[in-house]
């Protein structure tokens, strides 16, 4: 590929960013959710966070250099919710 082709792509994929899912227990509403949302949000490192309740399930895309799956596991557990387990490790 040469410079014209290169300048007109969008950022390249960042490869320190990784995403994880954690089954969560105990969501059982929007508040639940949100208490979620706000706690893992507080992660350095953390860049995009999906939480579906019917499914138990965050999905967080993060910095490896920044924060680690068992930091939001302790996050999830300081709001009150237990990390049962992380999907695809």
């Given at each position: ?30 508040g ?22 019917s ?35």
């Amino acid at each position: 590929m040469d410079e014209t082709n290169t300048i007109n792509l969008q950022h390249p994929i960042d490869p320190s960013l990784e995403t994880k899912q954690i089954a969560i227990e105990g969501m059982t509403c929007d508040g639940c959710v949100q208490t979620i949302e706000k706690a893992l949000r507080k992660i350095n490192g953390v860049k995009e966070l999906r939480i579906d309740r019917s499914a138990a399930l965050a999905t967080v895309t993060f910095d490896h250099k920044q924060t680690n799956v068992p930091a939001m596991h302790e996050a999830i557990l300081r709001a009150g919710y237990k990390p049962t387990r992380s999907v695809g490790e």
